[in-house]
C-alpha cells in the first residue's frame, strides 16, 4: 500500500532551519506530483510548496525565498528545506502524493518555531 513517512521536524527559534524529508514507498515515485502541506491549530490545511514529475515548483507567499522543496527520485523522497523560521510558520507538515485523482498523505511532522 501506498506510504508516506515524514521526518525532520522538531523544535528551533526563530530564524533557524530545519530540512524536512518524505520517503514514499508502495507507488512509483517518479510519476507522482509531491507536496508539502501545514495545518496550524484551528486553521485549515494550506499549501506550502509542491513539485511536479518535471521538477517545476510552486510556493505559497509566506515562504516563497525562504523554503525550498526538491526531489529524490533515486531515494523515492521530497524535502523541504525551510530557512528564516518563523513563529508563524509553526504547524504540522504534511506530505502529499498525487497522481491523477489519487491523493495520500503522510502522518505529518510538527514543526515548532519559538520566538
Known amino acids: 500500500q501506498v506510504q508516506l513517512v515524514e521526518s525532520g521536524g522538531g523544535l528551533v527559534q526563530a530564524g533557524g532551519s530545519l530540512r524536512l524529508s518524505c520517503l514514499a514507498s508502495g507507488i512509483i515515485f517518479s510519476a507522482n506530483a509531491m507536496g508539502w502541506y501545514r495545518q496550524a491549530p484551528g486553521k485549515q490545511r494550506e499549501l506550502v510548496a509542491s513539485?511536479?514529475?518535471?521538477?517545476?515548483?510552486i510556493y505559497a507567499d509566506f515562504v516563497r525565498g525562504r523554503f525550498t522543496i526538491s526531489r529524490d527520485n533515486a531515494k523515492n523522497t521530497v524535502y523541504l528545506q525551510m530557512n528564516s523560521l518563523k513563529p508563524e510558520d509553526t504547524a504540522v507538515y504534511y506530505c502529499r502524493r498525487r497522481f491523477g485523482d489519487r491523493i495520500n498523505w503522510g502522518q505529518g511532522t510538527q514543526v515548532t518555531v519559538s520566538s
Open positions: 513539485i511536479t514529475t518535471g521538477g517545476s515548483t
